[in-house]
């Protein structure tokens, strides 16, 4: 059987670590494109789409924001699966009719989550580690998204069909830890930033790799969604 073929959206201003990262994670051809700089898909003709983190939020008045948001409606009409990180989970929400906002807070660090059950999460524990770097959130869910997963700082997960958004980065290494988490000391502050660094260890990589199988499980679901959609051929 040939291999999958994604559409990689990565809309990280500097996407080396995120193409790493997600090279990495995923198996399945990778068709990548630079959101930021405005290049995008000419067409849906993909057996998925994943969007990727970015530093930018959803909301900016930034040129490449709204194609990406259109372009991601365009797939998910096209029954296309799309799997959405951090920003891209926000940028899913808002292709779909939901809202995001800025949060009074920041949510960085290996934190905790809690999913509710889903494919995606199969082989998940109900309860994970997993790094999170964000100061918006989905507020509002899309009409006909299910939540999948939550903490004290809201939304983690969702489902609107063929989509999934996750708030949290099971993409990321060690070295992409810290390197996010050395860029928010502006905003942060040092010692915040000295504090959360302090517990990006081996340990708690390990601990979030827990959450890893999603991946694996989203490249299963696309796989049999190609299946379905694939006409069986003729008898002779």
């Known amino acids: 059987m040939s291999r999958l073929r994604f ?16 090279r990495r994670e995923l198996d399945a ?11 995008l898909p000419e067409h849906t003709d993909f057996d998925g789409v994943v969007v990727t983190g970015s530093r930018s939020s959803v909301y900016w008045d ?17 029954d296309v699966p ?5 920003y891209g989970h926000q940028v899913l929400a808002e292709a ?10 920041f949510e960085i660090g290996y934190n905790t989550v809690h999913h509710h059950g889903d494919e995606l999460f199969e082989d998940v524990p109900e309860s994970f580690t997993v790094f999170t770097t964000h100061g918006d959130a989905v507020v509002d869910l899309p009409p006909s998204a299910e939540l999948l997963a939550e903490n004290e700082y809201g939304v983690h997960a969702f489902r609107d069909g063929h989509c999934w958004g996750v708030q949290f980065h099971p993409e990321y290494d060690l070295e992409t830890a810290r390197e ?22 081996p340990e708690a990589f390990e601990a979030a790799c827990a959450a890893k199988p999603l991946f694996d499980n989203f490249v299963a679901y696309a796989r ?3 299946q379905d959609r694939t006409p069986a051929a003729a008898d002779d």
């Open 224 to 226: 049999a969604h190609r």
């Open 62 to 78: 930034e040129a490449w924001i709204p194609p990406l948001v259109d372009y991601v409606a365009e797939a998910a009409a096209a």
């Open 29 to 39: 051809d990778l068709a990548e494109y630079d959101a930021t700089g405005g290049h």
């Open 7 to 22: 559409a990689l959206l990565n809309a990280a201003h500097e996407g080396e670590s995120t193409r790493r990262n997600f």
């Open 180 to 201: 996010v988490t050395e860029g928010k000391r502006d905003r942060l502050g040092d010692p915040r930033v000295d504090d959360v660094l302090a517990n990006v260890t």
């Open 96 to 105: 779909l009719g939901g809202r995001v906002t800025g949060m009074d807070d």
């Open 82 to 86: 799309i799997l959405g990180v951090c």
